[in-house]
């Protein structure tokens, strides 16, 4: 009786989850196709260096490396932006760290990180040319030195943009990042619509490359 109470309090535990997702992108389901022309068929594109990021789909889901110094960014507008976002789960890892990467020491590179953009709103980058503005972002990512669950600002886009350390591990995590609480906390308001979703690596000034993947991300109501 006890493992059958168990059995059923599993399955509305997952049923209800279910329930909230509003998105969800597995990039496993892609296995052992070509990378950059079905992620192109879907919508994304590729900023910056990223198509030189040796990316395949494979079982553990989009992978990616580089073992030189590249900054690349790539994401995919949403047909339909998502309203009432409350958190995501990304789960993901890094492989391989880049050295001298030390968001604490001002050298904001990373093996790989998220990007969550919300709104029509758009904030300058700071600099007076060159950069075009944003609307607001969070950047959660993996870093081998910064303190986790900590709060970084990236040289632009001080005023909307906000980065968090989710990690310190090798090899695959869970994240789960609580969109509103945190959008609440920096800009006192719940957050608009989420309009994108990215993915970057950035390995500029660093050295041994780095090495990293993504299997799946939900977002939630």
Known sequence: ???????????????????????????????????????????????????????????????????????????????????????????WGV?????????????????????????????????????PAAPYFFGPFIGEKEQVDKKYFGRLYKEGGRYYCVSNKLGLVVTHFDIAKRFKKEFQKAPPPLVAFAFQMNTKDTSGGAEAFIKKLTFYK
């Open 1 to 91: 009786m006890k493992v059958f109470i168990l059995f059923v309090f599993i399955f509305l535990s997952t049923l209800s989850a279910d329930e909230n997702v509003l998105y969800r992108f597995d990039f496993t389901k892609l296995q052992g196709k070509d990378a950059l022309s079905t992620l192109r068929k879907l919508g994304f594109e590729f900023l910056l260096d990223a198509e030189s990021l040796n990316f395949k789909l494979t079982q553990k889901g989009l992978e990616f490396h580089t073992k030189e110094n590249v900054a690349g960014l790539f994401g995919l507008r949403l047909k339909k932006p998502l309203e009432n976002v409350h958190s995501a789960t990304i789960e």
């Open 95 to 131: 492989e391989r760290f880049p050295q001298g990467s030390d968001w604490e020491k001002k050298n904001n590179r990373l093996a790989i990180g998220a990007i969550f953009l919300f709104g029509k709103e758009k904030f300058p980058s700071g600099l007076p040319i060159f950069a």
